[in-house]
């Protein structure tokens, strides 16, 4: 399975990631799973016209090629002309490269949520940018390609989302589609492989006994549940970011700061400070995932009435105070 | 005299053109363009100070800690706040786990696969160095991958993830580090310092770190096996020790209380005023203006702007170019072998890599002294409260060199926020006064063109240029 890559407006990370992928070599393990990289702007060693050469041979049609992967938000600006980025050594703008791409694509990856709903890039005030992800425009389907667009393999974008992206979540889409295809049932509704968003951040998070006694981090560096105070939306984003580790056995949560929902079209923008909760009469705004607001409410005054000591002391500094109890045996054993 | 323009420089992060003025095949005159406009500056007013910290990263890929850091240290210059000691270390090894990684992700990935090229088919070294080095399928990248990722596993410890981590804040770290967890970070540094000596260097870091000269540098590699022995061995045969120079300016903010801040010219160094610096936008598709220093500069797009070639701004110290990078770091530093390169020969290719090399020689063994120094139980993390109105400059070292970020607050909301990123420095375009910028100047005489060899490609990368930082 050939893969051609591409990078616009964006900040490599989701590259620099991807070759973070553990615990094989990224190139031997694309190799063994028939895939290789037709062009790749960070990795390959064609440069300057050879480069050029490949990629316009890719676009007309001349080179067959399966997968065209982008990594950054399309810049149709200034005024539509997408000279924001032009297309180094040739001058034609990114924009104009992508759609001609995407049209001989038998699938089009969107590789980070930039490309998938536009980034930080077309959220500066205004938009002046006129940026936008290859197939959404933030939540609206539209976008560079359009809402209606299906590559050649019949799928429209698939969006792997996340800021950056997990390197499994590439290589497992990848591994997937040269193994059997993808359906449009892989995806959920915003164009992400359900292998990794039909799950939530919050699941096997390791602050769980924080959060199921409410027991609260105050301040950064806190060992508690960052969700009343400091702004974590673990429990409405979609992602497997604490089911499978970041770097060998990291995640947002296992470094001690607040999930962000960078997996979700318009978390740029949450509108509140990204470190903070915002409430009204003292409740957060953002209750988890599918859970009625009475109940949580009521939930969360009964266990943090019934909140152990340990845990209480223990969310609101770095390191554990309190050890949890050894239980003695019974029977004068 | 004829013009070329060449493009897409791969192998380096974010985009890169160069349009050359060629006389009998050899550089007259280069100009580097940028041509990618990303417009972060402006994403960060109206935003929460804190929000920085969130947003910043996202610059870059590459070096997103070092983006964290600079924001961290701005908002703690504007909050009064000092990091703890145990959360200066966690934050010093954060960023010299991102800094060690891409000084190895570019010498394996990056810089080296050029010498696999056909081009250098007749050249004796060439087979040895085509099977390892080839792009992607060389037996090198096989072996770097893994030992890279294994590497930033320190990171998830230490940071979460990377790239793009919030842990970094104004007065520290968010994760403190256990004591179980401070001996696997320990054991982390020495499976990387096996790699290193195994595969790299052929030889005990400390004994790279102890090389004082050229000549010690020379007699040291010969004969030996190992990839940097290697490369001084193409680096003879090429001459890289005599191409690639700039003008010789050298300027770093200082990293780890390690290397000072400064600048080098003509074997002097002098102490470093960050007022000293301005931002000229003269031949950027920006709106043009007196040259301003970074605490009030403006960041305005003009597309149609006449004679200007690039999105880039042209950062000034003094009002002359500078050179910044790990070899800047180390002549500032006073390091003896890199100022016994720079003194004989100049800024060259072959000493920005020696440069880089020498300090994953140097970083590793403080990084394993800085896991040793942390105090499991001991606070990682002082608070402290964000002002109203304020300012703050957070100046830091990132692989590639100098970045530097300046903001504001006014009613509790960032009011400007302005960045220095080290391509910034290295890639700038002619100013107001039409001096070049050091690569510009380093490509002078070069030869370029239909069958020239592949020289241009080697003194570009040699700088490690990060574009998507470029064009913030």
Known sequence: ?333 | MSRIVVGPFNRVEGDLEVSLELEAGRIQAAYVNSPLFRGFEQILVGRAPLDALAIVPRICGICSVAQSAAAATALADAMGVTPTPNGLLARHLIQATENMADHLTHFYLFFMPDFARPDYVDRPWHPAIAERFTAIKGSAAAEVLPARASFLRLMGFLAGRWPHTLAIQPGGSTRAITAGERIRLLALLREFRSFLERRLFGDALERIGQLASKAELLAWADGRAGDFPAFLKIAGDLGLERIGRADDRFLSHGAYGLFPAGTWQQGKTVAFAAARITEDTERAWLLADQPRHPATGETIVAADKADAYTWCKAPRYAGQAHEVGALARQVVAGNPLLLDLVQRDGGSVMARVVARLQELALLIPAMEGWVQALQPGESFCAQGVMPDEGSGVGLVEAARGSLGHWLTIRRGRIERYQIIAPTTWNFSPRDATNQEGPLEKALLGLAAGEGAPPTIQHVVRSFDPCMVCTVH
């Not at chain 1, 589609?177 to 968003?197: C, I, K, Q, S, V």
């Not at chain 1, 006994?209 to 105050?218: L, R």
Request: aromatic letters at 8%; a negative charge.
């Open chain 1, 1 to 333: 399975m050939k893969v051609l890559w591409l990078q616009s407006g964006g900040c490599g990370g989701c590259t620099q990631s991807l070759l973070c992928s553990e615990p094989r070599s990224l190139f031997d393990e694309l190799r063994d799973a028939g895939i290789e990289f037709v062009w790749h702007p960070a990795l390959s060693q064609a440069s300057g016209g050879e480069a050029l050469a490949v990629l316009e041979a890719c676009a007309s049609g001349e080179l067959a090629f399966d997968v065209l992967c982008v990594e950054g938000a399309m810049l149709r600006g200034p005024n539509g002309s997408g000279r924001f980025h032009l297309m180094a050594g040739n001058g034609r703008p990114l924009t104009e490269w992508v759609t001609r791409l995407a049209g001989q694509a038998k699938w089009v990856f969107a590789i980070g949520s930039c490309t998938a709903y536009g980034g930080f890039s077309a959220n500066t005030p205004g938009n002046p940018l006129e940026a936008c992800g290859l197939q959404y425009d933030e939540q609206t389907p539209g976008g560079l390609l359009g809402a209606g667009f299906r590559s050649a393999g019949g799928l429209p974008v698939v969006n792997i989302a996340g800021c950056p992206t997990h390197p499994g979540w590439i290589v497992e889409s990848l591994q997937k589609l040269a193994l059997e295809g993808m359906a449009d049932t892989d995806l959920d509704e915003l164009g992400r492989p359900l292998f990794y968003a039909g799950e939530l951040v919050h699941h096997g998070c390791p602050r769980n006994e924080y959060y199921e006694f409410k027991a609260s981090a105050e301040k950064q560096s806190d060992l508690g549940c960052l969700m009343e105070n400091l702004g974590c939306k673990g429990t409405q984003a979609h992602a497997d970011c604490n089911l499978r580790a970041w770097n060998g056995s990291g995640s947002c949560l296992r470094g001690g700061f607040a999930c962000i929902a960078c997996t979700e079209p318009g978390f740029e923008s949450p509108g509140h400070a990204f470190q903070e909760t915002p409430k009204v009469a003292g409740i957060p705004i953002g209750l988890p995932s599918d859970m009625p607001k009475a109940w949580f409410v009521a939930l969360a005054a009964l266990s943090k009435s019934a909140t152990p000591k340990r845990v209480r002391d223990n969310a609101v500094v770095d390191h554990l105070v309190f050890r949890p109890a050894i239980k003695k045996k019974g029977g004068g054993k």
